[in-house]
T-cell receptor, first 112, second 115 residues
Framework: QKEVEQNSGPLSVPEGAIASLNCTYSDRGSQSFFWYRQYSGKSPELIMFIYSNGDKEDGRFTAQLNKASQYVSLLIRDSQPSDSATYLCAVRVGNTGNQFYFGTGTSLTVIP | DADVTQTPRNRITKTGKRIMLECSQTKGHDRMYWYRQDPGLGLRLIYYSFDVKDINKGEISDGYSVSRQAQAKFSLSLESAIPNQTALYFC??????????????FGDGTRLSIL
């Protein structure tokens, strides 16, 4: 079982819709959760992080964490064509945060 | 200027050649990482270092070696390159001091092709 699992997609949504990206993790010692956006051929760019159960909002992005279900999600409201990218879920594990695991990413296409 | 700088950005070379990829950072982070990315396989950790005297193997270290020359510099070497090492390589840094919840920050990547 992989440490971090994501649906590879592709996920397609119309412009203006809400895109919902999901991620599950296996280690209950996971402490920090991150979402990265990666455009084709470019480096991953941090867009959101969350440490506590519940929701965290930043502009059009909302991260949701449920530690009991070992589930973290990213919602993108009012999706734009520029949001078309691969979204990577990452998890940091352990008391000292030494272990850092990435999912394989979900490809999102926003259709104009 | 970029906080995490990788050189070269692109490299084409032949099988059997020795190659060095370099990474330098101005973020003042103690932790540095090398990843490779292949289509469908995501990011795979090659080596990581938590300080100058600390080097650790990652998931796929065979065929690679690293050197942490200073806190700000971490280089990756392919001693004898082979075609299946063709990939996009990323260097990343993170702050290991204080809380454990700091993210990784990536360089722009090196696209390596081995013929």
């Amino acid at each position: 079982q992989k440490e971090v699992e994501q649906n590879s997609g592709p996920l397609s949504v119309p412009e203006g819709a809400i895109a919902s990206l999901n991620c599950t993790y296996s280690d209950r010692g996971s402490q920090s959760f991150f979402w990265y956006r990666q455009y084709s051929g470019k480096s991953p760019e941090l867009i959101m992080f969350i440490y506590s159960n519940g929701d965290k909002e930043d502009g059009r992005f909302t991260a949701q964490l449920n530690k009991a279900s070992q589930y973290v999600s990213l919602l993108i409201r009012d999706s734009q064509p520029s949001d078309s990218a691969t979204y990577l879920c990452a998890v940091r594990v352990g008391n000292t945060g030494n272990q850092f695991y990435f999912g394989t990413g979900t490809s999102l296409t926003v259709i104009p | 200027d970029a906080d995490v700088t990788q050189t070269p950005r692109n490299r084409i070379t032949k099988t059997g050649k020795r190659i060095m990829l370099e990474c330098s950072q101005t973020k003042g982070h103690d932790r540095m990482y090398w990843y490779r990315q292949d289509p469908g396989l995501g990011l795979r950790l090659i080596y990581y270092s938590f300080d100058v005297k600390d080097i650790n193997k990652g998931e796929i270290s065979d065929g690679y070696s690293v050197s942490r020359q200073a806190q700000a510099k971490f280089s990756l070497s392919l001693e004898s390159a082979i075609p299946n090492q063709t990939a996009l390589y990323f260097c990343a840094t993170s702050d290991g001091t204080g809380r454990s919840n700091q993210p990784q920050h990536f360089g722009d990547g090196t696209r390596l092709s081995i013929l």
